[in-house]
C-alpha cells in the first residue's frame, strides 16, 4: 500500500522520510519506491511520490515495560 506525495520546490527526501516515518534511515525505501525520480539534494515542485506504507510490529504487553502496560 503506498501514499501519495507531491513535492514542493526545495523539498528533501530526508524531510519527506521524517514526515511519514519520524526515521530519516527510510530514505532509502523511499528511493526505491520511486525510481522515476532523479536523487537530487532538493526536489522540484509538482513531482507525485508513492510513500510505502511501512507497518512496524506491535509490541506485546509483556515486552513493555510495567508503566506502558
Known sequence: ????HVTQDGERWDLIAWRYYRDVSLV?????????????GT????????????ETPSATSEELPPWKR
Open 1 to 4: 500500500m503506498y501514499l501519495t
Open 28 to 40: 532509502p525505501a523511499l528511493i526505491e519506491a520511486n525510481p522515476h525520480v532523479p536523487i537530487t
Open 43 to 54: 526536489l522540484a515542485g509538482g513531482i507525485q511520490l508513492s510513500i510505502p506504507v511501512i
